[in-house]
T-cell receptor, first 115, second 108 residues
Framework: GAGVSQSPRYKVAKRGQDVALRCDPISGHVSLFWYQQALGQGPEFLTYFQNEAQLDKSGLPSDRFFAERPEGSVSTLKIQRTQQEDSAVYLC?????????????FGEGSWLTVV | AQRVTQPEKLLSVFKGAPVELKCNYSYSGSPELFWYVQYSRQRLQLLLRHISRESIKGFTADLNKGETSFHLKKPFAQEEDSAMYYCALRGGSYIPTFGRGTSLIVHP
């Protein structure tokens, strides 16, 4: 595909339910980022992968949040026992390493509503 | 720690008026600064970055290290400039930090 692809685009979960959000980065992009964007706020960093290695997970708000990228391409962000405060847009982004590494390409986001 | 502050949540101007979207940052080293834009129903995309010293869609931004600012400017706003604008900083790591965004509305 031409850009970063995320699915599902919209998810309504009941409180306590587990959810999984998928990100397909641009082919060949080494770096992958997850951000959380609450209503009226800017994107907040969650976690960063370089290939399959999760180099930084300092932004994950609790141990209910888990991310993986087992083969260095597709990534999944999992949220266990969802709470209302988890309602947000979850953005995935990818970039090259190298000369153009400072250009980060975003997906359209997965909109999560916890009811 | 790195921080980005966008003091205005909303900026409303008329077509043809000058625009300045403010961005201040906090970082002890030499940062990379970016402006991202999100048009209605579209994804967040890079508008410009300070190292390129470029003008995109008539927008420019100059890094002022003394004032720790990276304000986005355009001399004559167009209706199609209406969007959310996010200032972002990358310091010593690969990871950009974003401001909360400013909504620009350009009235006809």
């Amino acid at each position: 595909g031409a850009g970063v692809s995320q699915s599902p685009r919209y998810k309504v979960a009941k409180r306590g339910q587990d959810v999984a959000l998928r990100c397909d980065p641009i082919s060949g992009h080494v770096s992958l980022f997850w951000y959380q964007q609450a209503l009226g706020q800017g994107p907040e960093f969650l976690t960063y992968f370089q290939n399959e290695a999760q180099l930084d997970k300092s932004g994950l708000p609790s141990d209910r949040f888990f991310a993986e990228r087992p083969e260095g391409s597709v990534s999944t962000l999992k949220i266990q026992r969802t709470q209302q405060e988890d309602s947000a847009v979850y953005l995935c982004a990818s970039s090259h390493l190298g000369v153009e590494w400072n250009t980060i390409y975003f997906g359209e986001g997965s909109w999560l509503t916890v009811v | 720690a790195q921080r980005v502050t966008q003091p205005e949540k909303l900026l409303s101007v008329f077509k043809g008026a000058p625009v300045e979207l403010k961005c201040n940052y906090s970082y002890s080293g030499s940062p990379e600064l970016f402006w991202y834009v999100q048009y209605s129903r579209q994804r967040l995309q890079l508008l410009l970055r300070h190292i390129s010293r470029e003008s995109i869609k008539g927008f420019t931004a100059d890094l002022n290290k003394g004032e720790t600012s990276f304000h986005l400017k355009k001399p004559f706003a167009q209706e199609e400039d209406s969007a959310m604008y996010y200032c972002a900083l990358r310091g010593g790591s690969y990871i950009p930090t974003f401001g909360r965004g400013t909504s620009l509305i350009v009235h006809p």
